[in-house]
């Protein structure tokens, strides 16, 4: 598949090139690029921002979600790898799928610098070069303008699939009717926070299973929803009705600890539902513009609402909004929802879960609460060819533009699926530059027994 260059790519002087160039520097860039490192090929990491860890760093998305399986595989063996970093630095931790984002940016880039990865940092991908179905080289812009870079093969790990639609990709996007994204967040931390009170606080309201205060206060939790009544609902209708909250304030509200941050919790919103456009840059700078003001209203509510909060301050707010959906890139395969609820199992199956079908929204969330464990094999797979462009040879995607509908995509856009989505592309990079063949020849099965070699748990 060609495509019009807006940049004349190839008059520029290559600046940078590796055999395999990772595009986006999130836990699934990082995946893909330590796993195709460590097989022996050379990469570079492009990432936009400043440092790496995409949402899970940058956005403030914490803990990570499980994968609602009982033995809680993980399809992933440099997840292992991440996680004896993590505790070399959070010994602490109540359990492994919590983390500190600052701490778990730096283990990131660990894990490259550690490995071979190349790293470009400040970087926005702005152009692509293709050529008979094939990815030459790409164009970034940087502090010194624009720069060209070379690869054989490229793997989308951008979230938006932003180097797939810039290379000619079909893909979709939004809701099928609708196609409208899921609502978009502004996350934050607070510190100043006095845990265990604040724990006691949640203890009191006698319903655990929307607010508690973990052991002690050292595993807080808390949700407020416009779904259903809370511990915790009426506070934020006493204060809505006061004129010190709004209603969309409760619509969708969480609150987590942070392991390690002995004052310190994180808010898994704002939630925005006016804008519906999550790659429209306008509706993103509105969320930045408003969300801070939002964060600000809902400090004031807590100090005044929320016992051992009387002293908290805002510590940290996202550096990127918080994007659940928003395209997902048209592949071999396309997982459905209707392949989740069916729990369907794949012969090229690199990454298994059973977190439910997650969809936000003002009027409708729509929410997968099957039970789980209901079957004698209750989890659906992904399959390679979600992650292999479709009309390409040398292009691959990880994370939450993988191959999928609006449905699916709301479930497997979790930060373990992004582990091992990534460390596939990453081994499935390597074998097709090591075998000189297209990456459409790659076994997924081939992909699945190597990440098994190294040691990814399948159940």
Same mark, same amino acid.
């Given at each position: 598949?060609?495509?019009r260059?807006?940049?004349?790519?190839?008059g520029?002087?290559?600046?940078? #090139?590796a055999?395999?160039? @990772?595009?986006g520097?999130?836990?699934?860039?990082?995946?893909?690029? @330590?796993?195709?490192?460590?097989?022996?090929?050379?990469?570079l990491?492009v990432?936009?921002?400043?440092?790496?860890?995409?949402?899970?760093?940058?956005?403030?998305?914490?803990?990570?979600m499980s994968?609602?399986?009982?033995?809680?595989?993980?399809?992933?063996y440099?997840h292992?790898d991440?996680?004896?970093?993590l505790?070399?630095?959070?010994p602490?931790?109540?359990?492994?799928?919590?983390?500190d984002?600052?701490?778990?940016g730096a283990v990131?880039?660990?894990?490259c610098?550690?490995?071979?990865?190349d790293i470009?940092?400040?970087?926005v991908?702005?152009?692509?070069?293709?050529?008979g179905?094939?990815?030459?080289?790409?164009?970034?812009?940087?502090?010194?303008?624009?720069?060209?870079?070379?690869?054989k093969?490229?793997?989308?790990?951008?979230g938006?699939g932003?180097?797939s639609?810039l290379a000619?990709?079909?893909?979709?996007?939004?809701?099928p009717e609708?196609?409208?994204?899921?609502p978009?967040s502004?996350?934050?931390l607070?510190g100043?926070v006095?845990?265990?009170k604040?724990? &006691?606080?949640?203890?009191?309201?006698k319903?655990?299973n929307?607010?508690?205060?973990?052991?002690?206060?050292k595993?807080l939790?808390?949700? @407020?929803?416009n779904?259903?009544?809370?511990g915790l609902?009426?506070?934020?209708e006493?204060?809505?009705?006061?004129?010190?909250l709004?209603?969309?304030?409760m619509?969708?509200w969480?609150?987590?600890?942070v392991?390690?941050r002995?004052?310190?919790?994180?808010l898994?919103?704002?939630?925005?539902?006016?804008?519906?456009?999550?790659?429209?840059p306008?509706q993103?700078?509105?969320i930045h513009l408003?969300?801070?003001?939002?964060?600000?209203r &809902?400090?004031?509510?807590?100090?005044?609402?929320?016992?051992?909060?009387e002293?908290?301050?805002?510590?940290n707010?996202?550096?990127?909004?918080?994007?659940?959906?928003?395209?997902r890139?048209?592949?071999?395969?396309e997982?459905?929802?209707?392949n989740?609820l069916?729990?369907?199992?794949?012969?090229?199956?690199?990454? #298994?879960?059973?977190?439910?079908?997650?969809?936000h929204g003002?009027k409708?969330?729509?929410?997968d609460?099957?039970p789980?464990?209901?079957?004698?094999?209750p989890?659906?797979?992904?399959?390679?060819?979600c992650?292999?462009?479709?009309?390409?040879?040398?292009l691959?995607?990880a994370?939450r533009c993988?191959?999928?509908d609006?449905i699916?995509?709301?479930?497997?856009?979790? &930060?373990?699926?992004?582990?091992?989505t990534?460390?596939?592309?990453?081994i499935?990079?390597?074998?097709?530059? &090591?075998?000189?063949?297209?990456v459409?020849?790659?076994?997924?099965q081939e992909?699945?027994?190597?990440m098994q070699?190294?040691?990814a748990?399948?159940v």
């Amino acid at each position: 598949m060609d495509k019009r260059e807006i940049i004349d790519i190839k008059g520029l002087p290559v600046y940078l #090139q590796a055999d395999v160039v @990772v595009c986006g520097g999130g836990t699934a860039g990082v995946f893909a690029a @330590v796993a195709a490192a460590k097989e022996g090929v050379s990469v570079l990491l492009v990432e936009a921002l400043g440092g790496l860890g995409g949402s899970a760093v940058n956005g403030l998305v914490l803990p990570m979600m499980s994968v609602h399986m009982k033995e809680e595989p993980r399809c992933s063996y440099l997840h292992q790898d991440m996680m004896k970093h993590l505790e070399a630095y959070l010994p602490d931790r109540i359990n492994e799928n919590s983390f500190d984002p600052l701490i778990l940016g730096a283990v990131l880039e660990q894990m490259c610098t550690e490995n071979g990865v190349d790293i470009l940092l400040d970087a926005v991908l702005c152009d692509v070069a293709t050529d008979g179905g094939a990815i030459r080289d790409i164009a970034v812009m940087c502090q010194g303008g624009i720069r060209r870079i070379s690869g054989k093969v490229f793997s989308d790990c951008t979230g938006d699939g932003i180097l797939s639609v810039l290379a000619g990709a079909e893909y979709e996007a939004g809701a099928p009717e609708s196609k409208i994204n899921q609502p978009m967040s502004l996350r934050y931390l607070l510190g100043g926070v006095d845990k265990k009170k604040l724990g &006691q606080f949640f203890d009191s309201l006698k319903d655990p299973n929307t607010a508690q205060s973990g052991k002690d206060g050292k595993n807080l939790y808390a949700d @407020v929803t416009n779904k259903r009544v809370s511990g915790l609902t009426p506070f934020f209708e006493k204060a809505i009705e006061a004129g010190e909250l709004v209603y969309e304030d409760m619509v969708y509200w969480q609150l987590f600890d942070v392991p390690g941050r002995t004052d310190g919790v994180a808010l898994n919103n704002p939630e925005f539902f006016e804008y519906t456009d999550a790659c429209d840059p306008k509706q993103l700078t509105q969320i930045h513009l408003k969300g801070k003001q939002v964060i600000l209203r &809902q400090l004031n509510f807590y100090k005044k609402y929320f016992p051992g909060c009387e002293n908290a301050y805002v510590s940290n707010i996202s550096a990127m909004v918080g994007v659940r959906e928003s395209r997902r890139i048209l592949g071999e395969y396309e997982l459905t929802g209707e392949n989740l609820l069916e729990q369907k199992k794949f012969e090229d199956a690199i990454s #298994q879960a059973n977190y439910p079908v997650d969809v936000h929204g003002m009027k409708a969330l729509y929410r997968d609460d099957r039970p789980h464990g209901d079957t004698n094999k209750p989890w659906y797979e992904i399959p390679f060819r979600c992650l292999v462009v479709k009309g390409f040879d040398n292009l691959l995607t990880a994370g939450r533009c993988i191959s999928s509908d609006f449905i699916a995509q709301s479930a497997v856009r979790i &930060q373990i699926c992004c582990h091992s989505t990534g460390e596939a592309a990453g081994i499935a990079a390597a074998m097709s530059i &090591q075998n000189a063949v297209s990456v459409k020849k790659i076994k997924g099965q081939e992909v699945r027994a190597r990440m098994q070699e190294l040691g990814a748990a399948f159940v």
